[in-house]
């Protein structure tokens, strides 16, 4: 409703409860402020490029827990043989912030861009930059007493030494490491390395130690093995690329999955040790064999193609079930004693489809092979049952060489349907040639 008051129009409004200001009383006491500290708005420590190195051995030392961040490069001068950053206390967390730590390039193996005095370093964290151009390691946290650092999108690059040394337990994620002089990555016991990188190494791309864990790693152009493990390690979708010793080199207990070495300058994937298995990998283009394993091992729905040696050398106890090897310049399988060869396809290879050199027990069931030189080959004591063979060779004296058997063996009755027609037997151990 509008009143006229003194001219001008006035909107009264109609609340349903009274309005009532709060006091207008200070509270009792001095006035405090409400505004944050310094400290808590950025309770980090800040580092920037120091005037002068904190001691001989080291541009900055941390000698106290706590979280730090770089403002800036830091960088050595010419001729400086010390170390970057020094951490001496546990539980030190280390934000390179982007920015860079770079070396002299000259020193000892110990001068390295982040190094953990001894005894001391459990628990670092370091992030985001880059460790390049020292003398020793890029980022070297493998000291006696040392644990549990993770490490997360750090860069190491021309360094002398390893580009990552790190001691048991430790966790790196999504890290690159290149053009260093020793490993890419050498790690200790039980790490967990995930989405890391180790291009062009002056040795292994990843050292693993014992029960180390890698998942969706790559290791390309390293001097040696892409991945040189050890006993019970795992690997999941990591990839080995033209390393010039090998893919893959692991031991007893390992497990490989969805793994692939390919144009490798010696084998695909080599292994030690009973226990080991392999599933979903592939090894193509290598210059030594795809699958080289002593010891009991498993290799399942794997491939192997166009390397200079076998697809797969197995011995003793192994099994080698629904894989396809093609192309290989020797065997496609070659395998020992007590093994099991079980629903593979072996085809084009220059050797045997399959074949077995040990003295007994090993069985040969459910796989075809065509267009190898020979297509399955035993020498004694084995059981071939439920193959089928076509054009071993392919020339010549086409499918001359489909079944070979020297020795005693136990081999299915091998019917001969090349001509076509309907099979009608019933012999369910038969062996066919098509």
């Known amino acids: 409703m509008k009143k006229q008051v003194g001219g001008f129009a006035v909107l009264a409004i109609a609340w349903?409860?009274?309005?009532?200001?709060?006091?207008?009383?200070?509270?009792?006491?001095?006035?405090?402020?409400?505004?944050?500290?310094?400290?808590?708005?950025?309770?980090?420590v800040a580092l920037s490029q120091p005037l002068a190195p904190a001691n001989g051995s080291a541009m900055i030392v941390i000698s106290q827990s706590g979280s730090y961040y770089l403002t800036s490069n830091i960088v050595a001068s010419a001729g400086f043989q010390g170390s970057g950053i020094v951490v001496s206390a546990d539980d030190v967390t280390l934000d390179l912030n982007g920015f860079s730590i770079v070396g002299s390039g000259v020193g000892n193996s110990v001068s390295s861009g982040i190094s953990c005095a001894s005894n001391t370093g459990k628990r670092l964290s370091i992030r985001n930059g880059k460790v390049r151009n020292w003398a020793g390691s890029g980022i070297d946290a493998k000291t006696s007493g040392g644990s549990n650092a993770v490490i997360t999108e750090?860069?190491?690059?021309?360094?002398?030494?390893?580009?990552?040394?790190?001691?048991?337990?430790?966790v790196l994620?999504?890290?690159?490491?290149?053009?260093?002089?020793?490993?890419?990555?050498?790690?200790?016991?039980?790490?967990?390395?995930?989405?890391?990188?180790?291009?062009?190494?002056?040795?292994?791309?990843?050292?693993?130690?014992?029960?180390?864990s890698l998942r969706g790693c790559t290791a390309r152009f390293n001097t040696q093995y892409?991945?040189?493990?050890?006993?019970?390690?795992?690997?999941?979708?990591?990839?080995?690329?033209?390393?010039?010793?090998?893919?893959?080199?692991?031991?007893?207990?390992?497990?490989?999955?969805?793994?692939?070495?390919?144009?490798?300058?010696s084998v695909g994937f080599h292994g030690d040790g009973n226990g080991s298995t392999l599933t979903g990998c592939s090894a193509y283009d290598n210059g030594g064999t795809g699958f080289s394993f002593t010891g009991a091992t498993t290799i399942a729905n794997c491939t192997a193609f166009s390397n200079g040696q076998h697809g797969?050398?197995?011995?003793?106890?192994?099994?080698?079930?629904?894989?396809?090897?093609?192309?290989?310049?020797?065997?496609?399988?070659?395998?020992?004693?007590?093994?099991?060869?079980?629903?593979?396809?072996?085809?084009?290879?220059?050797?045997?489809?399959?074949?077995?050199t040990g003295s007994s027990g090993t069985r040969v069931e459910g796989n075809t092979v065509t267009n190898n030189g020979t297509g399955v080959s035993?020498?004694?004591?084995?059981?071939?049952?439920?193959?089928?063979?076509?054009?071993?060779?392919?020339?010549?004296?086409?499918?001359?060489?489909?079944?070979?058997?020297?020795?005693?063996?136990?081999?299915?009755?091998?019917?001969?349907?090349?001509?076509?027609?309907?099979?009608?037997?019933?012999?369910?151990?038969?062996?066919f040639k098509y």
Request: hydrophobic share 30%; charged share 10%; glycine share 16%.
């Open 16 to 44: 349903g409860s009274v309005v009532v200001a709060g006091p207008l009383t200070p509270p009792a006491g001095p006035i405090v402020g409400t505004h944050k500290t310094l400290t808590e708005v950025e309770p980090r």
């Open 154 to 170: 750090v860069h190491a690059s021309d360094n002398a030494g390893s580009g990552f040394s790190v001691s048991e337990d430790s």
């Open 173 to 212: 994620t999504r890290c690159t490491s290149t053009s260093n002089g020793e490993h890419g990555f050498h790690l200790g016991t039980s790490n967990t390395v995930t989405d890391c990188t180790a291009d062009n190494n002056g040795s292994s791309g990843f050292r693993v130690g014992l029960a180390g």
């Open 226 to 265: 892409g991945f040189s493990g050890n006993a019970t390690n795992s690997f999941l979708n990591c990839v080995a690329r033209q390393n010039s010793g090998g893919g893959f080199s692991v031991s007893a207990g390992a497990v490989l999955e969805g793994c692939i070495a390919d144009t490798n300058g």
């Open 312 to 356: 797969v050398l197995v011995t003793s106890g192994s099994t080698v079930t629904g894989g396809t090897f093609r192309g290989n310049t020797v065997d496609g399988i070659r395998a020992s004693t007590n093994c099991t060869i079980l629903n593979n396809t072996c085809t084009a290879n220059t050797g045997a489809g399959i074949l077995v």
């Open 378 to 431: 035993v020498s004694g004591g084995a059981i071939v049952v439920r193959n089928t063979a076509s054009k071993n060779p392919a020339t010549g004296s086409v499918g001359a060489n489909d079944f070979v058997s020297s020795g005693t063996n136990a081999i299915g009755q091998i019917f001969d349907v090349t001509a076509g027609g309907t099979i009608t037997t019933g012999n369910s151990f038969a062996n």
